[in-house]
């Protein structure tokens, strides 16, 4: 699916959901202002619009949102346990785990670093370090790392919250932490990333 054909589908859906032409959204460190009658997803800082990535990420939030509400249920899963994810999961491992595992081997100070610093997540007890990071309001994602031994290679697992999967598809999931992944182990200074999320099902 294209972008023009994915935020074309999103729109239609807002439009029919939404009994308010404006929704402010938190997204990581920004927030986003989405303005219904003009199909326009704006970063409210700048007033820049945002990148088709994160605006099909923010209205697919927003869709999940106005039909069901998010009420973290305190169990943690991963992308395993979605519906249909022992399926998709060979393409999420390909496209997001294994970045995150080269990360980890070639400069774990920096994949760190960005998760606290940039990012502002916060440092929880699992794994050798474990790092709990806000996506949108209350979407809580937990990335989990363990170093190499002289027994076990590095890994990586990362969990979120059982409700994420009333909010999105699992095809949806998966290109969120797609997108987390490629931004936390993007270290440019340029806040918009150029990523291709039709890829993370696909492998």
Do not use: C
């Amino acid at each position: 699916m294209t972008y023009e054909i994915a935020l074309n589908k999103a729109w239609n859906e807002i439009i029919a959901l939404s009994p308010s032409q404006k929704h402010a959204v938190k997204f990581l460190t920004d927030t986003y202002e989405v303005q219904v009658i003009n199909k326009t997803v704006l970063m409210k800082s700048s007033g820049s619009p945002a990148s088709e990535e994160i605006s099909v990420l923010i209205l697919r939030y927003l869709i999940g949102i106005l039909n069901h509400g998010y009420n973290q249920t305190g169990e943690w899963i991963s992308f395993k346990e979605l519906r249909g994810g022992p399926s998709y999961y060979p393409a999420y491992q390909k496209n997001t785990i294994k970045p995150l595992l080269k990360g980890l081997r070639e400069d774990p100070d920096s994949l760190i670093r960005n998760l606290t610093g940039r990012y502002g997540g916060k440092l929880v007890e699992d794994g050798d370090v474990s790092v709990e990071l806000v996506t949108f309001p209350d979407v809580h994602v937990k990335f989990n790392f363990w170093f190499a031994d002289e027994e076990l290679p590095p890994d990586v697992t990362i969990l979120f919250d059982r409700e994420l999967a009333e909010i999105f598809t699992t095809e949806e999931v998966a290109a969120l932490m797609f997108f987390l992944a490629i931004a936390l182990l993007d270290n440019s200074s340029e806040s918009a990333l150029k990523l291709n999320l039709t890829s993370t099902i696909e492998g």
